[in-house]
C-alpha cells in the first residue's frame, strides 16, 4: 500500500511539474531586466509588472475580457446545459447527430467564424458591439459546456428524478434540486473551460473587437508582430497571480469539495 | 452561479458603450506593440491637442485591417487604416478606398511624389527598408552584400524570412535580381534561395523571432526590417545595420480612408499631423522609421540608420501591383519548395 | 422509455441553442458557402463567376493531402497521449483523500490560465536547439547535439499535449468522481482482483467521460491556430494555418473557405463516426 501511494504521487508530481515548466518559464522572464523576452531571465527587475499596473490599456483591456468571459460563460452554462438535458433526458431524433453537430463551432476556424461574423454584424449596423462579441463567444464555448454536462448526464441515474417527482417534486424543482446539483462537476468543468476559452481567446476575437474593447489576448497577440517584451511575461504572471488568489478565497468560502 | 449571475450582468452593463462614435472620435486601425505606442506620442498627441477629438485604435497586421476593410464594405467601423503599399494597392482595387482631399493635407506637397498615389487613395508615412541584420560580436567581417550571405562562413549562422513576412518576399525579390531575374521572374531566387536553404537555421514569420536568436546565440546575421534593427540595438541587443551594396528593399507602409468612413475629414486632419515635420522626425527617433517628408532633418548618427534622402534612392521599391499580384503563386512554390 | 412522439420540453430546452448556433454561427458560415465557389484574382480580389477549383485543389493536391493527413495524425496522436498521461492522473486525483486533493486539482487547472501566446513562448524557450531541455540534455551527456524539437510533430506533439492534458483530466476527474467508491470496494470484496476491478468496473462507467475529453481534445487539437503557428512554424503546416495563410496573408478567402468547410464537414464525420463506435462498444459491454 505505501509503495503504491509513492508510485501515485511520484506519478502526479511528474505530471504536474511537466505542466508546471512553462509557466515557471514564463514566471522567471518576466524578471529579466532586457527589453526582449528571454529565457533564462537576465538580472532581476519588477520594471515590466509596473508598466502593466501603470497601463490603462491593459487595465481597460482585462476588464473587457473579464466581463465579457463572465457574460459568456453563464449564457453557456444556461443554453448548454438545457440542451444538454434534453438531449439526454428527453426523445430527440437524431441524438447523436446532434450532439456532433454541435461541436462544429470548435472544429471550424475560429478566424473564419470572425470574419464572417463581422460582415453580418456591419450589415447589421452592430460591428464592434460588445453584444456581438459575446454572442460569438457563446457559440465558441457552449460545445464545451454541452460536452461536460452530457458525460456527468449520462452518468447519472435518470431514476433520481423521477423518484422525487413521484415524492410530489415538479420536474423543474426536482431538476434543480436533485440533478443539479449531483451535475456541478460537469458544470464546473464546462464553466471553467468556457471561461478560460473566451478569456484566452484570439482568432474570433480580433475581427469583432470594437474601438472601444480590445480584449487582452488579442492585445497582446497584436504585440508579438512589434517586439515582446517582458510585460507580456509580467501581465501573464500577474493574471496568474490574481486567479490563484480567487481560486484560493473560492476555495474558503464556496468551498471546492462542493464542485470537485 | 448566482454570484456569476450578477456580475455577468453588471459587466455588460458597465462595459457596453452608452453612447455611439461622434464627430469628435476617431477610430484607426494599425500594428500593435511598440509602434502604436510610438504613434501615440508622436502623431496621436500633438492631433488630440489641436483638434479635441479623441483617436480610438483598433490593432491588427496590414492584412489584418484590409480584411477588416472589405468584410465591413461601404460601412467600415474605422476611418483610417495602415496597410503596407502591397496591400493598400489591392484593397485600392477592390474599390474600397476613398480618395484623400489634397486642399485639407497641408503637407502633402512636401512628400516624396513616389511615396503618394497618384490617385490619392494611400499616402505613405515612412520608409523602411529589408536589409542584412548582423551581431557585430560575433562576425568581424559583417557581409557587405546579398551575395556575402551565400559565403560559407556564414552557413549554419543564418535565419532568413518565411514567404509570409515582407522580409521573405523580398530576399526573394532581392535573390532574384542577384541572379539575373527581377520581380517579375523570381526563378533564379528561388533557385538561389534553394542553394542557401540547407544552411539557414530557420525561417521567421515574426519579426520578433530574430531578437530571441541572435541573443540567444542561434544565429549571427539575418535578413531583417531596418526600423527593427535600430529598436533592437537601442534596447541593448548585439545587432548592426548594413545596407546591402547591391541595394536593400524598399518598404512604404501606408495609410488610407476607407469609403464610407464616417468621420473623413477627422482622418484627413490625423494625415497632416502624420506627414508634419515634427511628427516624421518624432517618429524617426522613436521608431527608426526613415521621414517620406522631404522637409525633416536628422542628426548624421540617425540618418545612417534609416531611409532618409540620398539613401532613399539606393533602395528598390518592388511596383507594388506586382508583388500583390504574383504573391499567392510565389507562396505556393515557396510553400512547396523551400519551407519544407 | 421507447416514445416517439414529439416531446414539446425537449424542443423548448433545445430553442435557445438552435438560436444561438443559427444566428451567431450557421448563418455567417452559410455566407461563406458562395464565397467558397468564386474565383480569386490575385491583386484584384474576389472575381465573378463560380468554380469548383478551390475544393478540387484541396482534395487533390498533393502538399494538400499531406496536410491533412498530417493534422488528422496530430490529433489523433495528441488525444491518445493525453488520455494515457490524463487518465492515471484523474484517477489518482479522484481517489485520493489527501487534504491537498483540491490544490492539487489547482495546480491542474494553473497552466490553462497562463495566456496561450506566452506559454507557447515558454515552449520555445524550452523546445529551441539552445533552449533549456537540449542545454540539460547536452549538460547531463545524453546527447552530444542538440536534438530538433521545434518546427516538426515532436515539438508540436509535446506543445498541444500540454496545453490539452488539463482539460482531458477535467473531463475524465468530473466523471470519475461520479463513480462512488463503493462500487469498486463492492467488486473487490467479491473477489476481483486490482486489475480486474478497473478494466470491468471503472473503465466502463468513466466511458463517457473518455469519450467527451477524447472527442473535445481531438477537436481542439485540430482547430489549434496559434500553438502550431509558432511552434510549427512555416516549415510544418497544419489545416489552420493553412487557412489563416488564405485568409490572412493571401486574403484569398474563396479558397480559404472552401479549405474551412471541407475540414469541418472531414471531422465533423470523424466524430460522428467515433461517437457511433463508441455507442456500440458502450451497448455491447
Not at chain 2, 81 to 90: E, I
Not at chain 3, 142 to 171: K, Q, S, W
Amino acid at each position: 500500500m505505501k509503495a503504491r501511494g509513492l508510485l501515485s504521487g511520484a506519478y502526479v508530481a511528474l505530471v504536474l511539474g511537466f505542466l508546471m515548466l512553462p509557466v515557471a518559464v514564463v514566471v522567471l522572464a518576466s524578471f529579466s531586466t532586457t527589453s526582449f523576452l528571454t529565457i533564462p531571465p537576465q538580472g532581476v527587475t519588477l520594471r515590466w509588472y509596473g508598466r502593466v499596473l501603470e497601463s490603462p490599456e491593459y487595465l481597460h483591456a482585462i476588464r473587457v475580457s473579464l466581463s465579457l468571459a463572465a457574460a459568456a460563460t453563464v449564457g453557456a452554462l444556461a443554453i448548454g446545459t438545457a440542451a444538454s438535458y434534453a438531449l439526454v433526458r428527453r426523445v430527440v431524433p437524431g441524438r447523436t447527430l446532434v450532439a456532433s453537430l454541435v461541436m462544429s463551432p470548435l472544429v471550424f476556424p475560429g478566424l473564419v467564424i470572425g470574419v464572417a461574423l463581422l460582415q453580418l454584424y456591419a450589415a447589421l449596423g452592430m460591428a464592434g458591439s460588445f453584444v456581438g462579441l459575446w454572442l460569438a463567444h457563446m457559440v465558441i464555448t457552449v460545445p464545451y459546456v454541452i460536452r461536460t454536462t452530457l458525460a456527468s448526464l449520462a452518468g447519472l441515474d435518470a431514476e433520481l428524478e423521477d423518484a422525487a417527482c413521484t415524492l410530489g417534486a415538479t420536474r423543474l424543482s426536482a431538476f434543480m434540486l436533485v440533478t443539479l446539483p449531483l451535475l456541478r462537476p460537469g458544470l464546473a468543468a464546462g464553466g471553467l473551460f468556457a471561461f478560460i476559452t473566451s478569456f484566452d481567446n484570439v482568432p474570433v476575437s480580433i475581427f469583432l473587437t470594437g474601438v472601444a474593447s480590445t480584449t487582452l489576448p488579442v492585445k497582446i497577440f497584436t504585440a508579438i508582430e512589434f517586439g515582446v517584451d517582458p510585460s507580456v511575461a509580467a501581465i501573464s504572471s500577474l493574471l496568474i497571480l490574481a486567479t490563484g488568489l480567487t481560486l484560493l478565497l473560492a476555495e474558503r468560502w464556496i468551498g471546492f469539495s462542493r464542485f470537485t | 452561479m448566482r454570484i456569476r449571475g450578477c456580475l455577468g450582468v453588471a459587466a455588460l452593463l458597465g462595459v457596453a458603450p452608452l453612447a455611439a462614435p461622434g464627430a469628435q472620435e476617431l477610430n484607426v486601425a494599425i500594428f500593435g506593440g511598440s509602434f502604436v505606442d510610438n504613434v501615440r506620442t508622436c502623431v496621436v498627441e500633438p492631433f488630440q491637442r489641436a483638434s479635441g477629438a479623441r483617436v480610438n485604435f483598433v490593432l491588427g497586421n496590414s492584412v489584418q485591417n484590409a480584411a477588416r476593410l472589405r468584410a465591413t464594405r461601404g460601412r467600415p467601423d474605422v476611418d483610417l487604416a495602415y496597410m503596407d503599399s502591397q496591400v493598400a494597392v489591392q484593397v485600392k482595387a477592390e474599390g474600397l478606398l476613398d480618395q484623400v482631399d489634397a486642399a485639407k493635407l497641408t503637407n502633402l506637397p512636401d512628400i516624396y511624389p513616389s511615396a503618394v498615389d497618384p490617385d490619392r487613395r494611400w499616402i505613405g508615412y515612412m520608409y523602411a527598408a529589408t536589409a542584412i541584420a548582423y551581431n557585430p560580436r560575433e562576425l568581424r567581417t559583417p557581409p557587405q552584400a546579398w551575395a556575402d550571405l551565400w559565403a560559407p562562413g556564414l552557413r549554419g549562422k543564418l535565419a532568413l524570412g518565411d514567404i509570409s513576412a515582407t522580409s521573405g518576399q523580398h530576399f526573394l525579390i532581392a535573390a532574384a535580381r542577384l541572379n539575373g531575374g527581377s520581380v517579375e521572374n523570381v526563378e533564379p531566387g528561388f533557385r538561389a534561395i534553394r542553394e542557401l536553404r540547407p544552411h539557414v537555421v530557420t525561417l521567421y514569420t515574426q519579426a520578433d523571432q530574430v531578437v530571441q536568436l541572435i541573443e540567444r546565440g542561434d544565429i549571427a546575421a539575418a535578413v531583417w526590417f531596418s526600423d527593427r534593427v535600430g529598436a533592437a540595438a537601442r534596447n541593448g541587443v548585439p545587432v548592426a545595420l548594413v545596407f546591402p551594396r547591391e541595394g536593400a528593399i524598399g518598404i512604404l507602409p501606408t495609410f488610407s480612408i476607407p469609403q464610407g468612413a464616417r468621420s473623413k475629414d477627422l482622418a484627413e486632419q490625423y494625415m497632416d499631423r502624420a506627414l508634419s515635420v515634427d511628427s516624421q522626425r518624432c517618429l524617426a527617433e522613436r521608431q527608426y522609421a526613415g521621414p517620406t517628408n522631404r522637409k525633416v532633418e536628422l542628426p548624421e548618427a540617425l540618418a545612417a540608420l534609416v531611409p532618409y534622402r540620398e539613401s532613399i534612392d539606393r533602395l528598390y521599391f518592388p511596383p507594388a501591383e506586382i508583388v500583390a499580384q504574383s504573391l499567392p503563386a510565389w507562396t505556393d512554390r515557396w510553400n512547396r519548395e523551400i519551407a519544407r | 422509455m421507447a416514445e416517439r412522439r414529439q416531446d414539446p420540453t425537449a424542443l423548448l430546452l433545445l430553442l435557445p441553442l438552435s438560436l444561438l448556433l443559427l444566428a451567431a454561427f450557421v448563418l455567417p458560415v452559410a455566407g461563406l458557402v458562395p464565397t467558397s465557389l468564386r474565383p480569386y484574382i490575385a491583386g484584384r480580389g474576389i472575381g465573378e463567376g463560380w468554380t469548383l477549383q478551390h475544393y478540387v485543389l484541396a482534395l487533390t493536391d498533393a502538399f494538400y493531402l499531406e496536410v491533412l493527413a498530417r493534422t488528422i495524425g496530430l490529433g489523433l496522436t495528441v488525444t491518445m497521449l493525453t488520455l494515457l498521461i490524463g487518465y492515471p492522473l484523474a484517477y489518482i486525483l479522484a481517489r485520493s483523500t489527501s487534504p491537498f486533493r483540491h490544490w492539487l486539482t489547482l495546480l491542474v487547472i494553473f497552466p490553462m490560465l497562463l495566456n496561450l501566446v506566452v506559454r507557447t513562448f515558454g515552449w520555445i524557450a524550452l523546445l529551441a536547439r539552445r533552449g533549456l531541455v537540449n542545454q540539460w540534455l547536452i549538460g547531463l551527456g545524453i546527447t552530444d547535439e542538440p536534438i530538433r524539437l521545434m518546427f516538426n510533430f515532436t515539438g508540436l506533439l509535446i506543445g498541444l499535449t500540454h496545453i490539452f492534458l488539463p482539460v482531458m483530466v477535467l473531463v475524465l476527474l468530473a466523471v470519475i468522481q461520479n463513480i462512488p467508491v463503493d462500487v469498486e470496494d463492492a467488486a473487490a470484496t467479491l473477489g476481483a482482483s486490482r486489475v480486474n476491478v478497473f478494466a470491468n468496473v471503472v473503465l466502463p462507467m468513466s466511458a463517457p467521460g473518455i469519450l467527451a475529453g477524447s472527442i473535445l481534445v481531438f477537436v481542439l487539437t485540430v482547430s489549434a491556430l496559434v500553438t502550431p503557428r509558432l511552434l510549427g512554424g512555416p516549415t510544418y503546416k497544419v489545416v489552420s494555418t493553412l487557412v489563416y495563410e488564405q485568409f490572412l496573408q493571401l486574403l484569398n478567402w474563396p479558397a480559404g473557405s472552401a479549405l474551412a468547410l471541407l475540414m469541418t464537414a472531414i471531422v465533423l464525420l470523424l466524430l460522428w463516426l467515433g461517437a457511433r463506435l463508441a455507442r456500440r462498444w458502450e451497448a455491447g459491454a
